[in-house]
């Protein structure tokens, strides 16, 4: 089902307002968030990253020449932390051996060569080579992530079972390629993730009901179990079903 995007993002921007992503002070600590939070909570992330501020890491150069033990420290409360080091280090070594640990020079480049530079470092995925490019590098790429997946195949727009490459490429080809309406949308699709469109979605004042296929679907009996579960908790359903 072919959706006008722009529109479901002017009803996303209406409902919740500008979201002033990504969280963070300089693009090297979006670059160190966006790997940390593979398999996490941002909370985590940020407890981490509030570590390794007080440590005085976040730099480049400070992060690549920190002891292991101090990083791992820092990088504890973001979950499988040994992990993630080997993940920070492999990127800190690409960054130091091919662009001399500058940031600007690794991001000077095309956005296509970039993605792949990024693609190439062990432990860094299509989601966050994207994060990095749109949030620490400005370039305008659309990120994808399960959220995405899971609010726009019940709106009928992709499938659940399209690749990365898939619903990258159908949100590219639908919008026009501006980096602050990609950083814009998708962190408006996270906050509608977390507030409606949750594993039990939560439909009846969902804003984007009238657009979407799945809405359409549901009886009445479901929409009034989908409102009391927003009111009153996902144990409801039980009680009314
Ligand atoms: S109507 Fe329901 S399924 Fe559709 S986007 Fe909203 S919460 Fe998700």
Redesign the pocket.
């Known amino acids: 089902m072919q959706k006008n995007l722009l529109a479901l993002f002017r009803i996303l921007k209406k409902s919740y307002g500008s979201q002033h992503w990504w969280p963070a002070n300089t693009p090297f600590e979006v670059a160190v968030g966006a790997i940390l939070t593979q398999n996490t909570s941002w909370a985590n992330v940020e407890r981490a990253i509030d570590l390794l501020k007080k440590a005085k890491l976040l730099s480049p150069k400070k992060m690549f020449r920190a002891p292991s033990r101090i990083l791992l420290r820092c990088l504890r409360p973001a979950g499988f932390f040994n992990i993630k080091a080997k993940r920070l280090k492999n990127f800190l070594d690409f960054l130091f051996v091919e662009y001399g640990g500058s940031l600007k020079r690794l991001f000077a480049q095309p956005t296509a060569n970039l993605r792949q530079k990024l693609l190439n470092v062990n432990g860094i995925g299509p989601e966050t080579a994207d994060s990095i490019i749109l949030y620490a590098a400005e370039k305008p790429i659309f990120v994808v992530d399960a959220y995405t997946k ?2 726009f195949s ?2 009928g727009s992709i499938r659940e079972t399209d690749s990365y490459d898939q619903v990258q490429g159908y949100f590219m080809r639908s919008l026009p390629g501006k980096t602050a309406l990609f950083n814009e949308f998708h962190a408006l699709i996270v906050e ?2 977390k507030r ?3 594993v039990k ?4 004042p ?10 359409k679907h ?1 009886s009445t009996k479901e929409q009034v179990i ?1 409102t009391t579960r927003l009111l009153f908790g996902g144990e409801e359903k039980s009680r009314l079903a």
């Open positions: 899971r609010i019940r709106i509608h993730a409606f469109c949750r979605p939560i439909c009846d969902c804003p984007l009901r009238l657009h979407c296929r799945f809405a549901l989908s």
